[in-house]
């Protein structure tokens, strides 16, 4: 190649060359390249460990990441050989001439791999950008959605073309590393070629910088994230300055002057350093649910991160194939406080995007995979939850009235095995069982692939017991409350303040995983930000300090606080609602609106006034005024505490023991065996004799039976359960009777069992007649359809709150959380899952699970423990929160935030105490 001899003119003035001892720049650049390439070989399988095995959630960046960590790698290889066998720390003239041709080959190939390294770095930041837009091109971000795809496109082929021109500079390729060709060739110009190449790589440099900006500074961080984000900006604008210090090396090399191979040292110094800091911007925010592990008070926001709906939002639906998206929340434009623009009331549709939260992202803040298709059968449309949820993947909507699949429903899955060692954070005193189920514990890639991200982007990564429980501090502090308040049937004294997400810390520091959430009544978790952000509104406040007698003087928007939030809830078939105070309260007006009915239809209807005889004898607590009905409730249930309620339920003497009863009757509630697969025709036959004998009792018990109430699954009684064709028969005998259906859906509503209502589960030909709920729902009474269940004349169904404004304002914000995250489906899916691995615990320890129960029913899953008291209070031991119900029943009651990784975490913890 001509052009890579300088002319003899220039060739005279150079010294005489010293092939023996020469001035060489030393060894800095072995050096650098070992210890940068080290580093990156660190950052890089962290990385890969990070989002394999912590998060379960590796991409395409990752991907990208890998490659351009080999590509740099073999850039560092060919400059280091290059260096230390063919001249690069030393001068042209001191460079022996059959070096030349080895020198010129490491030239092509670092500038290949290099420019691999670069583009593949880029890339993996950009798709990065991506995973925080959730991959998809529509809604407000569409614009920088399509400005990233147009980057790496761009980028990819400036690339290809670079590596194609640099790999033909010469026809035939040889002619390239040849100083004397005597053959036909043809060469572009090589040198100006790898100048021009520079400046444009210093271009792209620039733009992977400024592209993601208007994502990154519209984000609503906490300060100590936002500071982290500079921080991380700070190294990505000195790899740009490198780039600009390489560039003019490289003209020094290439174009500046003929001492080529001592201006190589310094490309290949600046571009090692630009490389492989490039790839330590690229991995190091990846790294932070490592890192929160490791420093979890160091990395900690000091408050819960708002992952919600802040302002006024839109109802959006969509309908379409699987696609990721994310719903990003922005700075208000004003600037001012804790104010926000919700980016669905820019009128875009934003189809199924999620929620963006902070956690592991280069901004620190965390994507959700929201995959989510419409199922044309929902009836939310018209103003209700589904009650067929669509059989698709991913979490997400796009705002607060949207309700679409949260998580994947995967069947027999494999739950991988997400151990957080003591190693990791020295806080984490619990060591986790150190084996795995044989087949159904090993982790594959393929499950974490489909694993979700956290809801909660500060939630803990595993429990942490620090202490006995109750320790010191929950001991010291239940003996002053016991002064003032009876603690004999405290767990532990908790500190709501520190609890987060599925996790509960008590007064000594202990964080537990909570699969009891306060008795089934928590469902989104602890310190939820969108709930907070839903109790700092005026509406709200108004609510608290000036609550209004429902009754009398509601406030005027009472009807909309209903439409939008209850009634939106409200189950199929049933469009008006009594709001009471508690779950008890739920059932004993339910109960008193059946009684009103069934003797205002014995009168003749509502316009028929009552008897001189029903007003006196009513006064006297007797007949017919004070009839002599009842309510039929079932063996083993539970509806309440009060007067009423106590006398239907039935689960355990020590709830009635003293109270006077009603003179009401039982009907049998099926005893099922387990597993039901064995036991088919045994349990048809146990439902048949039960609905013949309730029937029976309807038909013949001396106090005329006005209603029969029954729970989905018996919860306080042990966890029963009874398929969908007893109740289905249990609807006709009602009907059949002329007695009403009470559902009591206190502990199963609200999205427990992997549908809204558990009921739903049963495909009923017409609705129950009331559906009482509480617990989850954070306020309380019954649904009903008919109006005729109204009393007759005013103050009959009445007390002086009838309800609370506060909580039904909560629910509303309660629900948004359901809706926009999915968590519906997220049970259903979670509770497969975690039904798969419980099964696979009960085949290998048969004595210690005992008939489990509840497969698709969400999370609401049982089984029978032969010590199961001893077994709840060891749980704690592992960090476990679990409660009990009926003689010998553990049961399952987590949030609606559970997920498969919590799943996988308690499977371990149960394991460890089964093997203990």
């Known amino acids: 190649m001509a052009d890579l001899l300088p002319p003899a003119s220039v060739m005279a003035t150079w010294p005489k060359p010293n092939y023996v001892d020469p001035l060489t720049r030393g060894s800095g650049l072995l050096v650098a390249n070992a210890l940068l390439s080290s580093i990156s070989l660190i950052v890089t399988s962290l990385r890969v460990y990070t989002r394999v095995w912590i998060t379960a959630t590796p991409g395409a960046d990752d991907i990208f990441a890998v490659l351009a960590f080999l590509a740099a790698i ?54 990065f950008c991506r995973r ?139 571009g090692a350093v630009e490389i492989h ?19 979890p008070h160091f990395l900690s926001t000091g408050k819960a991160t708002s992952y919600g709906q802040s302002g006024p939002t839109r109802k959006t639906w969509i309908s379409g194939s699987r696609s990721q998206h994310s719903h990003v929340h922005v700075m208000s434009k004003s600037g001012g406080g804790d104010d926000h623009d919700d980016l669905s009331s820019q009128g875009a549709a934003l189809g199924s995007m999620g929620i963006v939260r902070t956690v592991e992202l280069e901004t620190f803040v965390e994507q959700k995979r929201n995959s989510a298709v419409q199922s044309s059968s929902r009836r ?225 209807g509502a316009n028929v006034d009552f008897s001189d005889a029903d007003t006196t004898s009513a006064m006297l607590n007797q007949s017919p005024g004070s009839p002599n009905m009842s309510i039929m409730s079932f063996k083993s249930a539970f509806h309440g505490r009060l007067f009423g309620s106590l006398s239907t339920t039935r689960s355990k003497p020590i709830h009635k023991l003293d109270i006077p009863a009603f003179d009401w009757p039982q009907a049998p509630f099926p005893a099922l065996k387990y597993p039901l697969e064995e036991h088919v025709q045994e349990n048809a036959a146990e439902e048949k004799r039960c609905l013949a004998e309730a029937e029976r009792i309807i038909k013949e018990f001396h106090n005329p039976v006005a209603a029969v109430v ?100 909560l629910f509303r914000a309660i629900l948004e959380e359901i809706e926009s995250k999915g968590l519906v489906e997220n049970t259903a899916a979670t509770g497969d899952y975690l039904y798969n691995g419980l099964e696979s615990l009960a085949q290998k320890y048969p004595q210690a699970i005992q008939n489990l129960r509840g497969k698709g029913q969400g999370t609401f899953i049982a089984w029978d423990s032969p010590n199961r008291d001893a077994f709840l209070a060891k749980a704690k031991s592992v960090g476990v929160n679990i409660g009990g119900s009926g003689a010998s029943a553990v049961r399952l009651r987590p949030m609606l935030i559970f997920q498969k990784h919590h799943a996988d975490l308690l499977l371990e913890r149960l394991e460890t105490l089964i093997k203990a």
Request: proline share 6%.
């Open 74 to 127: 073999a850039m560092s290889t060919v400059s280091s050989l290059a260096d230390a066998r063919y001249g690069w720390d030393r001068h042209i003239w001191d460079v022996p001439l059959t070096w030349m041709p080895s020198s010129l080959k490491c030239r092509m190939l670092f500038q290949i791999t290099f420019s691999l390294a670069s583009t593949l770095t880029k890339i993996s930041l950009l798709w």
């Open 132 to 270: 925080i837009l959730g991959n998809g091109i529509s809604g407000p971000f569409r614009g920088l959605n399509y400005s990233l795809i147009v980057s790496m496109v761009f980028l990819g082929l400036l690339s290809l073309a670079f590596i194609f021109v640099t790999f033909l500079n010469c026809i035939p390729i040889k002619a390239s590393f040849d100083l004397a060709p005597n053959y036909s060739h043809h060469c572009l110009d090589g040198n100006k070629l790898v100048f021009a190449a520079s400046v444009v790589n210093l271009f792209t440099d620039l733009l992977t910088t400024v592209v993601p900006m208007p994502l990154i500074w519209r984000l609503k961080l906490p300060r100590r994230q936002r500071l982290a984000v500079i921080a991380i900006f700070g190294l990505g604008i000195s790899v740009d300055i490198v780039g600009s210090v390489r560039t003019y090396y490289v003209w020094q090399d290439a174009v500046g002057t003929w001492d080529s191979t001592w201006y190589a040292w310094l490309v290949g110094m600046t």
């Open 277 to 295: 800091v490039g790839i330590l911007c690229a991995s190091v925010p990846a790294l932070r649910p490592l890192l929160k592990i490791i420093w």
């Open 380 to 604: 939310f449309p018209t103003g209700r939850i589904s009650d067929e949820l669509a059989s698709i993947d991913g979490q997400g909507s796009s705002s607060r009235s949207t309700s679409i699949r949260g998580f994947e429903s995967e069947g027999e899955t494999p739950f991988r095995h997400a151990k957080m060692t003591s190693a990791l954070r020295s806080s984490l005193k619990i060591r986790p069982a150190a084996a795995c189920f044989n087949g159904a514990r090993a982790f594959s890639a393929s499950s974490a692939r489909r694993a979700a991200q956290p809801f909660f982007a500060n939630e803990p990564a595993a429990p942490s017991v620090q202490t006995a429980i109750p320790g010191p501090k929950n001991t010291a502090a239940a003996q002053e409350l016991d002064e003032v308040f009876d603690v004999r049937s405290l767990n532990l004294l908790a500190d709501y303040s520190k609890s987060v997400g599925n996790y509960l810390v008590d007064l000594d520091g202990n964080v537990l995983l909570d699969v009891y959430a306060q008795i089934a009544s928590i469902p989104v978790g602890y310190n939820n930000p969108h709930l907070a952000a839903a109790v700092n509104t005026p509406e709200m406040v108004r609510a608290l300090i000036d609550r209004p007698a429902l009754g009398n003087f509601p406030s005027a928007d009472w009807s909309n606080i209903l439409k939008t939030g209850l009634l939106r809830a409200a189950p199929k078939g049933l469009n008006q609602v009594f709001t009471a105070l508690a779950g008890s309260d739920a059932n004993e007006t339910a109960y008193k609106a059946a009684f009103m009915y069934r003797r205002q239809q014995e009168r003749g």
């Open 710 to 809: 029954v729970e989905p699954i018996q919860s306080e009684g042990g966890d029963n359960h009874a398929s969908p064709a007893f109740f289905q028969g249990l609807r006709d005998i009602t009907k059949r009777n002329n007695v009403l259906f009470i559902v009591d859906e206190v502990q199963t509503g609200v999205g427990a069992t992997g549908k809204f209502w558990a009921h739903d589960h049963w495909n009923l030909q017409s609705p129950p007649d009331l559906v009482t709920f509480s617990k989850k729902a954070q306020t309380a009474g019954y649904y009903y359809g008919n109006p005729a269940l109204r009393p007759n004349k005013p103050y009959r169904q009445f007390n002086t709150w009838m309800g609370d404004p506060a909580r039904a304002i």
